[in-house]
């Protein structure tokens, strides 16, 4: 049996999960006249490590379309630029799937023409996602899936190890290894809540009951920034990209840290001693995809763009190098067997059926989290 179908099943129960809540690249053989007649260029913004080199050298040589890229480390700076410019300046943006809420009243993106989108070639859980949460009023649908993955641990190997299979969220809290952690502002402080849960010094299931109302939000995060002040010492360093990820296992002296699984999967790929796996907690799992800002010049292009993302040979090259996964039916088996080995490792036993889809995010559920963050970011 080879290697990546054990894992194509796996892969169909994350999905399954996710909807409940250096070489050049080679183009497809078959592609639409669309494309092959496209020109012109494409403004993207997009998370900073989701268009390695290859795939854009390859997709401007079949097609002349010139990729304009803008790298992002949020969704709020997605946001924010979007409502700076009242929708304009980009061609295509990537918001995560959860946030769907965020951009409902904003009127800031618009419905694709699905007809000129593969969508068939999705897996169909996504795919539903964008027909059903991303279709504002019944317009349309205004989102399709682009990148999956989970925020989890990643550790040094050489320095750091887990105290059983699994590492756990509590791990960057720990006093043992005080001064050498990382994480992320708000996610980071959410993984200290799953893990205090699981010690019994929070009630089981807060930290997704505060999507439910302002009141519960305020009760449960209170009592978790207080804990995440106490902590914050321990904490070296508090990331916002792909990069700073990176740097931080590499050149920071961090040795154990709550990261996406891109980073520190590349940086395994690479031969680095970083391993990256679902906690004992459950990993938290996103969807980014692919909206259209109602400023949008370059239409033609947009679509030419998403036609290449959804062929499974280049979408299996893409992960291979950047460490997520597609959505694409069938791309994993393009992607090798460094990445079927990488995916094994991320999710050994249990740890699929335990992932933590983030829930919709609420206007104020956003904007009460960022005053708790500044809180513990401030003091």
């Known amino acids: 049996m080879r290697k990546h179908t054990g894992k194509s099943v796996s892969r169909r129960l994350v999905l399954k999960a996710a909807a409940v809540g250096g070489t050049a690249l080679a183009m497809p053989a078959i592609v639409s006249r669309s494309v092959l007649a496209s020109s012109g260029e494409i403004n993207i913004m997009m998370w900073s490590d989701y268009l390695p080199d290859p795939f854009r050298d390859a997709f401007t040589k079949k097609t002349g379309i010139k990729i304009n890229f803008t790298g992002i480390g949020s969704n709020d700076d997605i946001l924010n630029k979007m409502k700076a410019t009242n929708g304009q300046g980009f061609d295509l943006i990537s918001p995560t799937l959860n946030r769907s809420l965020l951009w409902e009243p904003l009127g800031l993106i618009q419905p694709f023409d699905m007809k000129k989108i593969p969508i068939d070639k999705v897996n169909p859980a996504m795919a539903k996602m964008g027909e059903t949460v991303w279709n504002f009023g019944g317009k349309g649908v205004a989102w399709v899936p682009h990148i999956w993955g989970t925020e989890g641990v990643s550790w040094r190997t050489d320095k750091f190890k887990p105290a059983g299979e699994f590492p756990s969220y509590g791990d960057i809290w720990d006093d043992a290894n005080a001064g050498k952690t990382m994480g992320r502002g708000h996610s980071v402080m959410l993984g200290a809540g799953l893990a205090l849960e699981r010690k019994g010094e929070m009630a ?94 370059n239409v033609d292009q947009v ?26 039916t069938g791309a994993d088996k393009f992607a090798g067997d460094v990445y079927a080995k990488n995916f094994a490792d991320a999710y050994p036993g249990d740890a699929l059926a335990k992932l933590n889809p983030w829930p919709p995010e609420a206007p104020w559920y956003a904007e009460k989290r960022t005053e708790f963050v500044n809180k513990f970011m401030s003091a």
């Not at 807060?206 to 305020?218: I, V």
């Not at 036609?307 to 460490?323: N, S, V």
């Open 204 to 297: 089981p299931g807060s930290m997704w009951a505060a999507y439910q109302s302002p009141e519960k939000m305020t009760e449960v995060w209170s009592k978790l920034t207080e804990y995440c002040i106490g902590k914050k010492k321990n904490l070296k360093l508090l990331w916002n990209d792909a990069d700073t990820q990176k740097n931080g296992l590499l050149n920071e002296g961090v040795i154990v840290a709550q990261t996406w699984d891109g980073p520190p999967i590349a940086l395994k790929t690479a031969g680095e001693p970083v391993m990256y796996r679902a906690p004992v907690e459950g990993a938290m799992a996103w969807v980014d995809g692919l909206a259209l800002p109602v400023g949008v010049k």
């Open 303 to 328: 679509y030419a763009f998403i036609e290449a993302c959804y062929d499974a040979a280049l979408a299996g090259e893409a992960i291979k190098t950047h460490g997520y996964n597609s959505p694409v």
